[in-house]
């Protein structure tokens, strides 16, 4: 069955950087487009990043725009998001995803607290 | 750019139908196709309802998904509530023209 499990979280100073990873099995990861999304504490969900099957396309929302870089090693089966800038704000469980226009499987999530 | 609108909260009892609506701010619902995510406390999302109506492998036929034009609306109807319901409900669409992805706010639905 489809496994996407995240690591990478933890807890950062405002303006400092973090990389998550999301390692996936039980399909072939090179066939799929991928999501980031993510869930602050008490909120709702926000979309964060997507990438098509091959990396030839990336989307992001317009909150971590030129600050989060979404990429991808089809040879690795694994989904990155590199995080730089953090701030405050960004603090949140952090959830790999598989799909393109809908979402058909979620990760378990990574906490990612910016705090000084 | 649109917005999908939910409502905060809903509840019902336990072997009722209740009906959660999705509204969209500007463009068609059928636009896109709407999914429906369930995320019970303390745990990852998972797909209720995927393409508007379709429901994934092991998702109970209590749950169906629908569009109306009308009101520029998704619906998620779950009957036969059963406890085990009791969860967060979000909505999401996808923005061709800016190619965003755009969750609703959530509805906690509470069964008593």
């Known amino acids: 069955q489809v496994q996407l499990v995240e690591s990478g979280g933890g807890v950062v100073q405002p303006g400092g950087s973090l990389r998550l990873s999301c390692a996936a099995s039980g399909f072939t990861f090179s066939s799929y487009g991928m999501h980031w999304v993510r869930q602050a504490p008490g909120k709702g969900l926000e979309w964060v990043a997507f990438i098509r099957y091959d990396g030839s396309n990336k989307y992001y929302a317009d909150s971590v725009k030129g600050r989060f870089t979404i990429s991808r090693d089809n040879s690795k089966n694994t989904l990155y998001l590199q995080m730089n800038s953090l701030r405050a704000e960004d603090t949140a469980v952090y959830y790999c995803?598989?799909?393109?226009?809908?979402?058909?499987?979620w990760g378990q999530g990574t906490l990612v607290t910016v705090s000084s | 750019n649109f917005m999908l609108t939910q409502p905060h909260s809903v509840s019902e009892s336990p072997g009722k139908t209740v009906t959660i609506s999705c509204t969209r701010s500007s463009g068609s619902i059928a636009s896109n196709y709407v999914q429906w995510y369930q995320q019970r406390p303390g745990s990852s999302p998972t797909t209720v309802i995927y393409?508007?109506?379709?429901?994934p492998s092991g998702v109970p036929d209590r749950f169906s998904g629908s569009i109306d034009s009308s009101s520029n609306s998704a619906s998620l109807t779950i009957s036969g509530l059963k406890t085990e319901d009791e969860a967060d409900y979000y909505c999401?669409?996808?923005?061709?023209?800016?190619?965003?992805?755009?969750f609703g706010g959530g509805t906690k639905l509470t069964v008593l």
């Open positions: 995803a598989k799909g393109f226009q809908g979402i058909f499987s």
């Open positions: 393409e508007d109506n379709q429901r």
């Open positions: 999401q669409s996808y923005d061709s023209s800016n190619h965003h992805w755009v």
